[in-house]
């Protein structure tokens, strides 16, 4: 069974604070993405790579970096952590070739910051 | 810049029924694909289905199935037979032909099936 796997279902964390947020999927995808979702927004794309070390910016990337050291790992870093950024972060992959493909999805990280 | 639209941000269905989902979509390319992905409370979002644009005929997966329109930038999705396991958020994306696989959502339609 495919899987892509978020590190925490649920997250609290402090203002200021540096935050990890860690996507592993199983299906040597080379695509793979981290999307926010909030109420009446739908999926807004922060940060997406297509390859190891190759990293491209989303919709929203400020107050957020990546890391993609290896194939499967792909990384979401809350450099200080505001309020503003407490929201449902969802990790996905999808394979490089042929734009149809189906994306895969994590179960979803819900980091709330106080 | 491609958008997509969903207008519905809420809708409900009597269990076994029928309902319809609007999305509509702006862009400029020929080349592209249209999904609607579904999220159940607290599970994994899930492809439900997917639709060439360079395909005329309307793309179908058992109780669901989709009214492509591309002149009107439409992409509907009718779920026949509503069960209550259908109750969900529905988003619609785009992506365009040949790009690294980088998804556009529209803001959802929460669907209720009703028993």
């Known amino acids: 069974d495919v899987k892509v796997t978020q590190s925490s279902r649920y997250l609290v964390k402090r203002t200021g604070e540096k935050v990890f947020l860690e996507c592993v999927q199983d299906?040597?995808?080379?695509?793979m993405f981290w999307y926010r979702q909030d109420p009446g927004l739908g999926l807004r794309l922060i940060y997406f790579?297509?390859?190891?070390?190759?990293?491209e910016k989303g919709d929203i990337p400020e107050g957020y970096s990546v890391s993609r050291e290896k194939k499967e790992r792909f990384s979401l870093i809350l450099e200080s952590a505001s309020t503003n950024q407490t929201s449902m972060y969802l990790c996905?992959?999808?394979?490089?070739?042929?734009?149809?493909?189906?994306?895969?999805f994590g179960q979803g990280t819900r980091l709330t910051v106080v | 810049a491609q958008t997509v639209t969903q207008s519905q941000p809420e809708m409900s269905v009597q269990e076994a029924e029928t309902v319809t989902l609007s999305c509509t979509y702006d862009?400029?390319?020929?080349?592209?694909?249209l999904f609607w992905y579904k999220q159940p409370p607290s599970r994994q979002m899930i492809l439900v289905i997917r639709?060439?644009?360079?395909?005329?005929q309307n793309a179908t997966e058992n109780r669901f199935s989709v009214n492509f329109q591309k002149a009107a930038k439409s992409f509907s999705l009718k779920i026949s037979d509503s069960q209550l396991g259908d109750t969900a958020m529905y988003f619609c994306?785009?992506?365009?032909?040949?790009?690294?696989?980088?998804?556009?959502f529209g803001k959802g339609t929460k669907l209720s099936v009703k028993p």
């Open positions: 299906m040597d995808h080379e695509n």
């Open positions: 639709q060439e644009a360079y395909k005329q």
């Open positions: 862009t400029s390319e020929s080349n592209y694909y």
């Open positions: 790579s297509y390859d190891v070390k190759m990293k």
């Open positions: 994306a785009f992506i365009r032909g040949g790009s690294q696989g980088n998804l556009i």
């Open positions: 996905a992959s999808s394979r490089r070739r042929g734009a149809n493909t189906e994306a895969f």
